[in-house]
Structures are given as structure tokens and as C-alpha cells.
């Protein structure tokens, strides 16, 4: 039982370029979440998902995308990077009800 | 939309001592109040939470108190230890936790000193 992983661990971009950060949870979670965390700025939502095939907008989904084909999935992707993308992303899952997210070990990635 | 504001930034303190985070929230329909540690490097894990219709809850060394009157949750730590040393974070739900989205507060670094 893996729980939530991330691929990649870490990435560098240059300004323009995109890039997909995948996101999987072998806990049958129905609710799964894109944070992006900043020095300060504790964690941010970026888009969440309630379920296979749907998506919705967190506080800062701006230059951002995602998609859920596949329940255990949860892509985000970006189309066009810019410096201020730089940050560590982390995606988490929950049950239905609600309750504990749990987190995967973040991706930390760099805009060049 | 739901705001929380988590104090003091930073805090600083003796091995056994006690360590005291406090958290407050605008949206009153919040009702759920989790908190996450966050080691170094690592990613953020619950170790407590507390839902609206309880005012506190114990595990251990750890607490958690409610004051939904006056939007503000607090975490307690007793006795503390050099491993207690990461940042906190606390949280909030929003819309009601219909979709379980939290709203998470700046973070507290805790420094625990030997």
C-alpha cells in the first residue's frame, strides 16, 4: 500500500516550457487536491477533484490545469511556466466524508 | 471567502516546556479543524483534529481546543521534545466541508532547544 505518491521528485523548467505532475492514490479516495506551498505562505489550493471525470477551482488555479480520467489519477499540468510557478507542489486525497487528507512527498520544482 | 490567520510565526522553546499555536477563522460555517506537522523535507501529516460540535480533544501530549463563538482554535503541546521541532500548521474547512477543502494558516516554526 503505497498511499499518495508523486512523479516527478524534481524538475527544472525554463520560462515557457510545460510539464505534467502526476499525482496517484491506492486508497479508493474519492477526493483528491493540488497544493502549492510557499515560503510563508503555508499551503494554497490549486484545483481539487470530487470524483473521476470532475474538477473544480482552489484559491489559486490561475496558469494551471488537471484532469481526472482515472479515479486513483489526478494530473496537474502547466502549459506555459513561469518563474513565479516556483514552489513545491503537493497533491492529497481524503474519503468521501471528508476527514484527513493525506499527502504525497511533494514535487519541488524550478523556473528558470 | 474563509481566511485563516495562524500566530506566532515562530516560537521557541525548552525541552518539557509547553508550546501554545493559535489559529482563527471568518467563515462560520467551518466545521472541521485539522492540524498538520510538517518535518523538514517531508510532507505534512494530521496529528490532530477537531470537528464543531466538540470544544477539545486530547491524544496524548497533544490538545486542541474550540471557540466556534469566537472563530479561534488552538493547539497544545506538553512536555515537550527536540522530535516536536517542525513547522504547524493549522486549518479550516470551507464551504461548510462539503467538498472537504481546507483553508490552511501561514504555518508556526517550532523550535524545541535541549
Known amino acids: 500500500n503505497a498511499g499518495v505518491t508523486q512523479t516527478p521528485k524534481f524538475r527544472v523548467l525554463k520560462t515557457g516550457q510545460s510539464m505534467t505532475l502526476l499525482c496517484a492514490q491506492d486508497?479508493?479516495?474519492?477526493?483528491m487536491y493540488w497544493y502549492r506551498q510557499d515560503p510563508g505562505m503555508g499551503l494554497r489550493l490549486i484545483h481539487y477533484?470530487?470524483?473521476?471525470?470532475?474538477?473544480a477551482k482552489g484559491e489559486v488555479p490561475d496558469g494551471y490545469n488537471v484532469s481526472r480520467l482515472k479515479k486513483q489519477n489526478f494530473l496537474l499540468g502547466l502549459e506555459s511556466a513561469a518563474p513565479s510557478q516556483t514552489s513545491v507542489y503537493f497533491c492529497a486525497s481524503s474519503f468521501l466524508d471528508g476527514g484527513e487528507q493525506f499527502f504525497g512527498p511533494g514535487t519541488r520544482l524550478t523556473v528558470l | 471567502g474563509e481566511n485563516v490567520e495562524q500566530h506566532p510565526s515562530t516560537l521557541s522553546v525548552q525541552e518539557g516546556d509547553s508550546a501554545v499555536i493559535k489559529c482563527t477563522y471568518s467563515d462560520s460555517a467551518s466545521n472541521y479543524f485539522p492540524w498538520y506537522k510538517q518535518e523538514l523535507g517531508k510532507r505534512p501529516q494530521l496529528i490532530i483534529d477537531?470537528?464543531?460540535?466538540?470544544g477539545e480533544k486530547k491524544d496524548q501530549r497533544i490538545a486542541v481546543t474550540l471557540n466556534k463563538t469566537a472563530k479561534h482554535f488552538s493547539l497544545h503541546i506538553t512536555e515537550t521534545q527536540p522530535e516536536d521541532s517542525a513547522v504547524y500548521f493549522c486549518a479550516a474547512s470551507m464551504d461548510g466541508g462539503a467538498t472537504n477543502k481546507l483553508i490552511f494558516g501561514t504555518g508556526t516554526l517550532l523550535a524545541v532547544q535541549p
Open positions: 477533484s470530487v470524483g473521476e471525470g470532475t474538477t
Open positions: 477537531i470537528r464543531s460540535n466538540v
Open positions: 486508497m479508493n479516495h474519492e477526493y
